[in-house]
């Protein structure tokens, strides 16, 4: 089974400031199978990134997704207010899916 | 509107069982995967259960293997978690959460609002 470490854990930024956020695998994973999601306080999570790089519908350009083998990064060009929130990588394999512990984005 | 309602969260004490449903509204239910997850504030988001677009092949994690059982009824847009013996470490808020293929493939790109369920004596 894969576990997903994501660092760090807290990230504490200024809006306009670039957010860098880390995810790692246990072992080499395929780049289609990680994913980005934000989630909101009282709100569900929302799909943000998906096969390493690609943005979901209607997800702002300033965010962007890359990364190989057990090593991926979620960039925030320039925070936004809308932006503070928690961010979790997701994997599917072997017929499951895992999820990392999160990043949580603070306003410094 | 393309949504997902879920409903049947509560608390039961252990070892009861709980039976949780999802709606699914605007949009073909039939044509996509579609899962269960749940989030705790300890353990963050876990998956627990997928099921095909036919119901013909089903997958959970090994917490709840015997213990849930996800189906669907694709005549009214519907899915469903069955879930026995219910453990304090259960209790969590369930997400019914679509699984595309095609679009954005193994990952959840539509989510429901959630439904919790406690388990405590």
């Known amino acids: 089974e894969i576990v997903l470490t994501q660092s760090p854990g807290t990230l504490s930024l200024s809006p306009g400031e670039r957010a860098t956020l880390s995810c790692r695998a246990s072992?080499?994973?395929?780049?289609?199978?990680l994913a980005w999601y934000q989630q909101k306080p009282g709100q569900s999570p929302r799909l943000l990134i998906y096969?390493?790089?690609s943005r979901a519908t209607g997800v702002p350009d300033r965010f962007s997704g890359s990364g190989s083998g057990t090593d991926f990064t979620l960039t925030i060009s320039r925070l936004e207010p809308e932006d503070f929130a928690m961010y979790y990588c997701?994997?599917?394999?072997?017929?499951?899916?895992?999820f990392g512990p999160g990043t949580q984005v603070d306003i410094k | 509107e393309v949504q997902l309602v879920e409903s049947g969260g509560g608390l039961v004490q252990p070892g009861e069982s709980l039976r949780l449903s999802c709606a699914a509204s605007?949009?073909?239910?039939?044509?996509?995967?579609m899962s269960w997850v749940r989030q705790t504030p300890r353990e963050g988001l876990e998956w627990v259960a997928n099921?095909?677009?036919?119901?013909?092949?089903?997958y959970y994690v090994d917490s709840v293997k015997g213990r849930f059982t996800i189906s669907r009824d694709n005549t009214k847009n519907s899915l469903f978690l069955q879930m026995n013996s219910l453990r304090v470490e259960d209790t969590a808020i369930y997400y019914c959460?679509?699984?595309?293929?095609?679009?954005?493939?193994?990952?959840?790109?539509?989510w429901g609002q959630g439904t919790l369920v406690t388990v405590s004596s």
């Open positions: 099921i095909k677009e036919d119901g013909s092949d089903k």
């Open positions: 072992q080499s994973v395929r780049s289609t199978y």
């Open positions: 997701q994997h599917y394999g072997n017929s499951l899916f895992t």
């Open positions: 959460a679509r699984a595309p293929r095609l679009t954005t493939p193994f990952t959840f790109d539509l």
């Open positions: 605007g949009f073909l239910f039939r044509t996509y995967w």
């Open positions: 096969g390493t790089s």
